[in-house]
């Protein structure tokens, strides 16, 4: 189990630090110019190795769960990244998106971490699927209805509408179909029956999971390069990343196939650097990038308290 949350921890972390120096680059600039390892500088003129609010939200979770399931807890590491860099690559906040700003804010000023996120159809960002990926090594044994409403609740902190929520859960069976030993073919094609018997069972609006249909009706990975999207659109980096991870055969492939479709390449790389790093392991994360991150060491410390608790 170490091996699958260090390789989660530092895939997400490795994945951002990939794609913070071209974020917002497009895809044919990349195309040009294609990221091949760490760099540094660029877009947030930030050195290299340095990760974004993607992975920083991640360890916040993670730094949480390393003590028990409290939304109040996770909320407040929340607020103390924003307000004072509390799990920051450098210990200080470089980049936050609009909706998780104003969830944060709301938590600030009292708001219940169950009430704090945006419910409209504009709220739909990747703010909450780029860092729920610790949260499937509490959920892992619980029934299916309690992961969902585990999930539901960590990712509506921030984002509550059902179709941030649902992208979290369809991410989240996913990842844990590959923690229990399946490759990412089997672990796709389970993930999509699973989620599928879900849904009917709990009567989901019709119109919102037509829009998973790309995900759940179809193959992902069969879809073309110029068909996958990479913007900060929740719906779009869900899709980014389980092509990307269907259409590589390992962590490096993955995570520069991500970072390199441009647009929110930090995002796109994080997500898939999480699901990559726990289906290859850490140690087949290349040595050379893991030297280069940010915090390495306050990283393989949360992984260690990590596991600790999980086997509580």
Request: overall charge negative; proline content about 3%.
């Amino acid at each position: 189990m170490i091996d699958k949350i260090k390789g989660a921890l530092f895939g997400l972390a490795v994945g951002d630090a990939l794609g913070v120096p071209v974020e917002f680059k497009d895809r044919e600039y990349l195309q040009r110019f294609p990221i091949k390892g760490i760099t540094g500088y660029g877009s947030w003129n930030q050195p290299p190795g340095t990760w974004s609010d993607d992975s920083s939200l991640a360890f916040c979770l993670a730094e949480s769960l390393t003590k028990d399931y409290d939304l109040d807890d996770i909320a407040q590491n929340f607020i103390n990244w924003m307000r004072h860099g509390f799990w920051g690559a450098h210990h200080k906040v470089f980049d936050i998106g609009g909706a998780t700003r104003f969830a944060i804010g709301r938590l600030t000023k009292g708001s219940s971490p169950l009430l704090s996120g945006g419910t409209l159809d504009d709220d739909n960002g990747n703010g909450s699927l780029m860092r729920i990926i610790p949260l499937i090594f509490y959920i892992k044994d619980l029934p299916i209805n309690e992961r969902y409403q585990k999930v539901k609740e960590v990712s509506s902190i921030t984002h509550a509408h059902f179709r941030s929520v649902f992208s979290c859960f369809i991410y989240s069976e996913f990842a844990l179909e590959i923690l229990n030993g399946n490759t990412a073919d089997i672990a796709y094609i389970n993930m999509q029956q699973t989620i599928k018997s879900f849904a009917t069972k709990n009567e989901f609006n019709p119109k919102e999971l037509k829009l998973f249909s790309r995900i759940l009706d179809n193959n992902i990975k069969d879809i073309k390069e110029d068909s996958v999207h990479s913007s900060g659109y929740v719906l779009h980096t869900l899709e980014a990343s389980l092509w990307c991870i269907l259409n590589t055969e390992n962590y490096a492939e993955a995570v520069l196939k991500a970072v390199n479709l441009g647009g929110d390449t930090d995002t796109t790389g994080c997500v898939t650097g999480g699901i990559a790093g726990l289906l290859y392991g850490y140690d087949e994360i290349l040595q050379v990038w893991i030297n280069e991150i940010a915090r390495k060491e306050d990283i393989d410390d949360l992984s260690n308290r990590l596991i600790k608790r999980i086997k509580q």
